[in-house]
């Protein structure tokens, strides 16, 4: 039997015990989830709390979250105007001119300031790849049977674009969309009538977050984290997997971002759970395990925030090839202190790298460190594991 081969067989008798090991599961994800078959989809979704480790609680809890998503989807993503001529109660009054606080117009034009940011940032989701662009099999019903009302890109008029300022919340630099009168997008387009994108179904994954998260809302990067796991619910060998593959990387999202949700608050960069605690921890592990390397960083001021911060908080989605960051990720939540790994990556990346860090000066040294060189994932990640 090959070493292929012998993972499968361990990853199918891991996941049919009725209750599952977690630590046995743990550590099989850690070492990378075969490729080619459902097992990443599922592991992913029991690694991050949405499924249970008792197999007779899965169906129901699916059953339920996807029911909850589409009143979700009802409840949140339906203009008023749609929703007063169904019938619902609350908007045969409303006037699209009020302002006032119960106004669900007033709450409709002011989520659409937000979903503007979301629209542009999905819009170039993974461009290094196809699969975002592509339609998908299973385009929201409820969107389609609305002939096209409730799909939430056609909020965002293409063609007018007031000024407006995303405030960072957590996120290193605070974007500031500027007074435009036409809109180009030199990035991905909506499907026809009936149709949706991969692209448009994570905005409306973003946007019900960030609808069920007002304290938080929306943050730029946020697109970088739930990507890679609609790719991987979406892209599933198994049809029933895909169909769902909305719903399942909302909650799988939502539990990742509740574990996360610091490094994208700005009041809580200083505290544990922040990012400059975790950049801290970062560089003086750097400096632990190569103090010459951490002098030259330290003597030309090419302070962690200037690199580490986005590695950190997007957990590397944006420095490697989709695959490279899915490999990363099963890594990653698999870890018993979860992000402890995490940083352990990141030191291997700046170790690999020494001898260029010690000839560089700064200027290429910021270039190598922010546009981080393609490498065999395989070797960072066996160097993180050295570190421990």
Known sequence: ???????????????KEDEIQLKYLHELCFNGIPDGYSFRSLCWKILLGYLGHKRLTWEETLSRKRSLYRQFIEDLVIPPGIAATNGENGCLNDHPLSEGPESAWNTFFNDNEFLLQIDKDVRRLCPDISFFQQPTEFPCDIVANSKGERRLHQRVVPSILSSANVERKGLGVTKQ???????????????????????????????????????????????????????????????????????????????????????????????????????????????????EVFERLRHQELHPQYYSFRWLTLLLSQEFPLPDVVR?????????????????????????????????????????????PPIDINIVLSHAVSLK
């Not at 039997?1 to 996941?15: C, P």
């Not at 692209?199 to 739930?226: D, H, S, T």
């Not at 790298?353 to 010690?358: F, K, P, V």
């Open 1 to 15: 039997m090959s070493i292929y081969r012998a993972r499968v067989k361990e990853f199918e008798d891991a996941l």
């Open 177 to 291: 969309i500027n007074l435009i009168t036409k809109r180009s997008f030199e990035s991905y387009s909506a499907m026809e009538e009936g149709q949706e994108a991969h692209w448009e179904i994570v905005q409306r994954i973003l946007f019900l977050y960030a609808k069920l998260n007002p304290g938080q809302g929306y943050v730029q990067g946020m697109n970088e984290i739930v990507g890679p796991i609609y790719y991987v619910m979406a892209s599933d060998p198994d049809i029933e997997t895909r169909k769902h593959a909305e719903a399942d990387s909302f909650f799988c999202f939502t539990a990742l971002m509740s574990e996360i949700r610091d490094f994208f608050i700005k009041t809580l960069d200083d505290t544990e759970g922040g990012i400059k605690f975790v950049m801290t921890k970062l560089s003086n592990m750097v400096k632990q395990k190569d103090p």
């Open 328 to 372: 990363i990720w099963d890594s990653v939540f698999s870890d018993e202190h979860r992000f402890d790994f995490l940083i352990r990556i990141c030191c291997a990346m700046i170790l690999i790298q020494r001898d260029l860090i010690l000839e560089n000066d700064f200027a290429s040294n910021v270039k190598l460190l922010q546009n981080y």
